[in-house]
């Protein structure tokens, strides 16, 4: 550390100090920061100047606060890596030192410059005119108070997976009113239809059903299922949304589900809940402790709507309290809303992606969901899994991992959960089938949650499941038997295996429409597909648009634990904006000259976040929306617009400094 | 329709009724195969091997070849149907046409013969029936193989690899185009989960048992789907196959047939079938009254 200090006239009444930041080797090793303090010495403004190793640590902070009060400085520059990941610390540490927080800035020498460029020299150089550039801009810089907003103290919940049920219970159980929104006939999501947890074995029903009855039954749950989102406006704090409810055609509240609808409906289709492995009516109800409980209308099935056809279910004969409605109808319902939880969970990849598997073609290759149904003791086997073809027990079973994962033609990402759950199917299907032959075919073990290893070696080791390492690459039947071409790598030879089942554990993707859903909200999209997070370490749980909060396996692929955690923080961020009483916005925004404006509206058409509108023949910011991108300005005709502290005089001030005028 | 047409060496030497048949074909159907002036070899096998441009002026300078012939005939389409002659062409034209540098190289380096604009489009024999339709096809059906069951075998050179993008004629993993013909001219598809499985390739030459085991396991799988005829778009699958037949016993055998000769008996031309398997084929689907 080195703390130099300048004894020279100045022009300025600015005494700004600079704090360099080695950020252990990330910046160290490529500038030379002691340089950097000497030459930003002799600004004429700059009065104090140091570096530190991790000036975001306490330490490092401490040395600000010290500067300040001993220096009376008037502002500072932290010369050190993006602000989208300090910024607001370093403008904590002036505003608690009594400084305004905008006469903080930050010039970033570490993502632009040394992390980019390998000549020291050249890099050091580089260093000196981005902090001397934010020097200028601080000089420079008003003092701005954050704008403040009320809010409506209401959340939405989007999806009724686990992740939505746990954000929305612990969001009301704090107290605020939820909205939760599902798109299918009942909460529960993929969870409702596993067998057994792992790596605890807890059944899966017995976590999550009281959780479903406890929504159903919270006063501050409003459940809205078969609905969707159509258009969400507004801000942090004050959104407006619109949901559209499609009709049920039986009124839960009058339903007392005495099946007799089902009994004498004539119409059975595939059942979604069991994967397809069984059937169920045109009225049905998709599993027994479905919430709400209820039955439903699958109108595209349903000969009904023409009473004439059938109808047989709405006769008072059949439902004796009326609940079966034909005239049901869809409903918009507009909600004001604080905050957003986004939780709209994963579909399995299509198999049919996968031509070498034959998933498509062949009976008894079936996904992993459908074997988790065919474990559960509710499902189409009543427990003990039954091949598809002949529904006769398998003593042959091959679990392949990682289909369509990890896998460039597919998905390159892993998909988290296969591993451990393959090892679950396997064991499960051990004990209740126990002189069956396993194969599981793996590229990596990746078993990384707590307990999850032992979990593995207790499956190779006492179930005694053949593990083998190498992909598979054809799957078909001949003669009744499912046939496996792979490779074990470790013994480096050809395998060739027969089998009665083939179960395979697909990849996770995103859930259908959730491209549409994201650009509705703005909110971005990651490389795969999911949801992306603010900061994979600071911001994890927050979307690029404030106010709207991600959990669960829309984010990324992962497991029950983890996307059980992912809601409660989701929700406690949430939590944290619920319980303010105003919010606060950013106060860099754009500002009009009116004398300037000609109404010329070029503003609006550019302006991604709608803030702009003509009153009175002339721009007018509403404020609270701007979020300072600079676009209006840049775009202007007549210079009307500035942005706070990114004035035109600003700019050109800072490029005088880049381009070595200053 | 005038169509410019590589024959490569295979269908000149060893199996000239995939090519006679082909040309009865086409007639029948209205398509006019012009041959290639002076064509090359393709480079097979040593093209495959390396990136070095080098390697495919063989193939440069029979495009050069087409495009000038193309010009006179006012065509851009060349159709082969050797599946090695097909993956060399068809690579090699998209290398060109997506890397200018590469094409100026052999340009310069050509300099006895016009510039190669690479504007050819190198087409499989089977994706120029697809773009003809199978259900036009259909309609053009003489003698329709009702009851002949027929396995689909595709080999390699027409799926793999895709790289650059474009190579394949069809999905590599699942494909479904000789399907698609043999339900066309009437006969039936095996299930046939062989059908891209590899032949063994050049092992032939020094390694024949390796070519055996694969083809016996290929051939079984057709005769466990109970097809009557494995069909080959490919001739060293071909080759390799009918070696695979000549080690089993003949109960245990599967004729080999190129799809072509089957297209032909169908259209009612001259199939170039052996008199002996052609009979067998008419029997099986009931049609002694056409011998």
């Not at chain 1, 396996?553 to 029950?560: E, G, L, T, V």
């Not at chain 2, 009851?147 to 075998?153: D, E, F, I, R, S």
């Not at chain 2, 016996?216 to 001739?235: F, H, M, N, Q, T």
Request: overall charge negative.
């Amino acid at each position: 550390m080195s703390a130099l200090t300048a004894h020279r006239e100045r022009p300025t009444k600015e005494k700004i100090g600079v704090f360099v930041c080695h950020c252990g080797r990330n910046i160290a090793t490529t500038v030379d920061t002691k340089r950097v303090v000497e030459e930003i010495l002799k600004h004429p403004a700059v009065v104090h100047a140091e570096d530190y190793d991790y000036v975001c640590s306490s330490p490092g902070q401490e040395l600000i606060e010290k500067a300040i009060k001993e220096k009376r400085l008037t502002g500072f520059i932290v010369a050190a890596c993006s602000p989208s990941l300090h910024e607001t610390t370093f403008r904590e540490v002036a505003e608690r030192t009594g400084l305004n927080p905008y006469k903080c800035e930050i010039a970033n020498i570490r993502e632009q410059d040394s992390w980019v460029h390998e000549d020291k020299e050249k890099a050091t150089e580089k260093a000196i005119k981005l902090t001397k550039s934010a020097v200028e801009k601080v000089i420079r810089n008003e003092e701005l108070e954050p704008i403040k907003v009320g809010l409506y103290k209401k959340a939405l919940v989007i999806g009724g997976g686990i992740a939505g049920i746990r954000a929305a219970l612990d969001i009301a159980d704090a107290g605020f009113p939820v909205v939760l929104v599902e798109k299918g006939s009942t909460i529960g999501g993929h969870m409702a239809k596993l067998a057994e947890t792992f790596p605890t074995l807890d059944c899966a029903s017995c976590i999550l059903t009281p959780l479903m009855s406890a929504v159903a039954h919270h006063s501050n749950i409003r459940l809205l299922t078969l609905s969707e989102i159509m258009d969400v406006e507004g801000y942090l704090g004050n959104f407006h949304v619109r949901i559209k409810k499609n009709p049920r055609y039986v009124d839960p509240e009058k339903c007392n589900l005495c099946n007799d609808c089902v009994d004498i409906c004539p119409v059975t289709v595939s059942s979604e809940f069991d994967e397809g492995l069984s059937l169920r009516k045109a009225i049905y109800i998709p599993f027994p402790q479905a919430v709400p409980s209820s039955y439903l209308i699958d109108l595209d099935a349903c000969l009904g709507m023409n009473p004439i056809t059938c109808g047989k279910c709405a006769e008072p004969d059949i439902c004796g309290p009326e609940a079966v409605n034909f005239d049901d109808q869809t409903e918009i319902i507009e909600e004001d809303i604080g905050v957003i939880v986004v939780a709209t969970g994963y579909e399995l990849y299509n198999p049919e992606n996968i031509g070498e598997y034959g998933a498509d073609k062949y009976l008894d290759v079936i996904t992993s969901l459908q074997f988790e149904r065919l474990l559960s003791p509710s499902g189409p086997a009543v427990g003990i899994p039954k091949r598809p073809s002949d529904e006769k027990i398998p003593k042959r079973i091959a679990f392949i991992h990682c289909v369509g994962s990890r896998d460039e033609r597919h998905q390159p990402y892993c998909s988290h959960i296969c591993c451990t759950y393959s090892a679950k199917h396997a064991l499960l299907f051990k004990e209740l089938v126990p002189d069956a032959d396993i194969y599981s075919f793996y590229i990596d073990i990746r078993a990384v949650g707590k307990n999850y290893e032992d979990f593995i070696r207790r499956v190779q080791e006492e179930a005694g499941v053949h593990y083998i390492r190498g992909k598979v690459s054809r799957i078909y039947e001949q003669d009744g038997k499912v046939k496996i071409f792979g490779v074990d790598t470790l013994l480096n030879k050809r395998i060739e295996i027969e089998v009665d089942m083939a179960v395979l554990a697909l990849s996770m993707v995103p859930a259908h429409g959730i491209e549409d859903l994201a650009s509705k909200m703005r909110i971005q999209i990651d490389g795969s597909g999911f949801l992306q997070e603010l900061h994979p370490k600071l911001h994890p749980v927050e979307s690029a648009t404030s106010g709207i909060f991600l959990a669960g396996a829309a984010q990324s692929p992962k497991d029950i634990q983890d996307t059980v955690a992912q809601a409660s923080a989701a929700a406690s961020k949430a939590l944290g904006i619920l319980t303010q009483e105003k919010i606060s916005h950013i106060p860099t925004v754009a500002t009009v000259d009116t004398d300037l404006c000609s109404g010329c509206r070029l503003c609006i058409s550019v302006c991604p976040y709608g803030a702009i509108k003509l009153i009175d023949e002339k721009a007018e910011v509403k404020e609270v929306l701007c979020e300072g991108c600079g676009a209006c300005v840049s775009t202007c005709p007549s210079d009307a617009i500035s942005l706070r502290n990114h004035t035109d005089e600003q700019v050109s001030s800072m490029l005088k400094a880049l381009v070595g005028e200053i | 329709m005038e169509v410019l047409y590589y024959p490569g060496c295979s269908l000149k030497n060893t199996y000239p009724e995939f090519e006679k048949s082909t040309y009865a074909a086409c007639e029948k159907l209205g398509i006019n195969l012009v041959e290639i002036p002076e064509w090359n070899c393709c480079g097979v096998v040593p093209s495959l091997a390396t990136d070095n441009v080098m390697r495919h002026l063989g193939a440069v300078r029979s495009f050069i070849n087409a495009q000038e012939k193309g010009k006179e005939i006012g065509t851009n389409v060349v159709v082969t149907l050797c599946s090695m002659c097909y993956n060399v062409l068809k690579r090699v034209n998209l290398i060109l046409k997506e890397q200018a540098d590469v094409l100026k190289n052999v340009n310069d380096f050509i300099d006895d013969q016009p510039d190669y604009v690479p504007e050819l489009e190198i087409v499989h024999f089977l994706n120029l029936l697809k773009n003809v339709g199978f259900d036009k096809l259909k309609e053009r059906i003489v003698i329709p193989l009702r009851g002949l069951k027929v396995a689909p075998y595709y080999g390699c050179a027409l799926l793999r690899p895709d790289r650059p993008k474009g190579v394949p004629i069809d999905d590599p993993e699942n494909p479904t185009v000789i399907e698609n013909l043999i339900r066309s001219i009437g006969a039936e598809p095996a299930e046939f989960p062989f059908k891209t499985e590899c032949c063994g390739n050049y092992h032939i030459v020094f390694e024949p048992g390796i070519v055996e085991m694969r083809t016996k396991k290929i051939i079984g799988s057709a005769r466990s789907e109970k097809a009557d005829v494995i069909l080959s778009p490919c001739p060293l699958c071909t080759y390799n196959l009918q070696h695979g037949n000549e080690t089993l016993d003949r109960s245990e055998q599967v004729p080999v047939i190129f799809f072509t000769q089957l297209l032909a008996l169908s259209l009612g031309v001259k199939s170039h079938l052996s008199t002996e398997m052609e009979n067998q084929i008419l029997k099986k689907i009931g049609g002694e009254k056409f011998v």
